[in-house]
């Protein structure tokens, strides 16, 4: 299984990045799929994630209302719509698919596969 992220840049506070991750090695439609990042010096944190089949999605509270986690399993990837972004947002941004089930979770272990990251940097 491969995860690989696009996408990320540097924006000014207020703009918007789309960040893209293209997966490839297996039937991953029915799995939970996340976005996580990483500040540096900083835990690797939960972003957003989006259930296989119903699609439901769950966002952590700093990015609730700005940030929109989508999936396209025709094109077989994950995206994440960055909108109103602040510099706190600033961090390498990962991808990574949940090892088993469909369902969507915040919590980092549940998650096995992952991809090397798209650095996002937002100056005030």
């Known amino acids: 299984v491969q995860l690989m992220e696009s996408g990320g840049g540097s924006v000014q506070a207020g703009g918007s990045l789309r960040l893209s991750c293209a997966t490839s090695g297996r039937t991953w439609d029915t799995y939970a799929l996340g976005w996580f990042r990483q500040a540096p010096g900083k835990e690797r944190d939960f972003v957003a994630a989006?259930?296989?089949?119903?699609?439901?999605?769950y966002y952590a509270d700093s990015v609730k209302g700005r940030f929109t986690i989508s999936r396209d399993n025709a094109k077989r990837t994950v995206n994440l719509q960055m909108n109103s972004l602040k510099p706190e947002d600033t961090a390498v941004y990962f991808c990574?698919?949940?090892?088993?089930?469909?369902?969507?979770?915040?919590?980092?272990?549940?998650?096995?596969?992952w991809g090397q990251g798209t650095q996002v940097t937002v100056s005030a």
């Open positions: 989006i259930s296989g089949g119903d699609t439901t999605t």
């Open positions: 990574a698919a949940r090892g088993a089930g469909p369902v969507a979770t915040m919590e980092k272990s549940e998650y096995i596969f």
